[in-house]
């Protein structure tokens, strides 16, 4: 048998729905999904991606440096994990039977860059976790940053000693001069 309670479960479920939903914090949610459809039309991803093919070229591995840190870039624009994979994905997977890269470690860093969707802020999960739990968004976000970056630059050590264990699997080398680097940035 079970106690009664002041409050029974069905009216705390209904009072925490009218909370939740009359909430304007979870206005975001459709904005960075709607922000997700008009970005790849538009060829960002695409320009994004080359900008930062021009900076790790020299690393062991180079595009797939550029594959956690375009992830990077994009999620802190999209907010979602899906969206980060499957934009990073479909600017990047063609580069690997063309640059001769390891499918396998190349996918890999697709995948795990997209991870970086749901950490580095702003993020659709830490927005909807801190309305959950009635935690501060901003304070999650700025918990969000350092994990978030330190796990990218952790990614990317785990390519290039990869790819120094098996020299193979790094593809071609693409780095093209300083110069060239810096004259990707927007004037």
């Known amino acids: 048998q079970w106690p009664d309670s002041p409050m029974p479960l069905h009216r705390a479920i209904s009072v925490m729905a009218w909370q939740t939903s009359t909430d304007l914090l979870p206005v975001a949610t459709p904005m960075f999904v709607l922000m997700g459809e008009i970005l790849p039309p538009a060829a960002i991803p695409d320009k994004t991606y080359d900008g930062i093919v021009k900076w790790p070229g020299w690393l062991p591995g180079g595009l797939m440096h550029s594959n956690i840190g375009s992830s990077a870039l994009f999620a802190a624009t999209s907010g979602s994990s899906v969206a980060t994979a499957a934009t990073i994905g479909t600017v ?35 927005i909807l976790y801190g309305l959950l739990t009635n935690t501060s968004v901003p304070e999650l976000y700025l918990a969000g940053f350092i994990p978030g970056f330190l796990l990218a630059l952790l990614f990317m050590a785990t390519v290039v000693v990869a790819c120094m264990v098996k020299p193979e699997w790094g593809g071609a080398k693409l780095f093209h001069g300083w110069a060239n680097a810096w004259a990707r940035f927007p004037h």
């Open 92 to 126: 990047a997977v063609p580069q690997i039977q063309k640059r001769g890269y390891n499918e396998s470690l190349f996918l890999g860093t697709v995948a795990a860059g997209g991870t970086l969707g749901i950490l580095i802020p702003p993020s659709i999960n830490l």
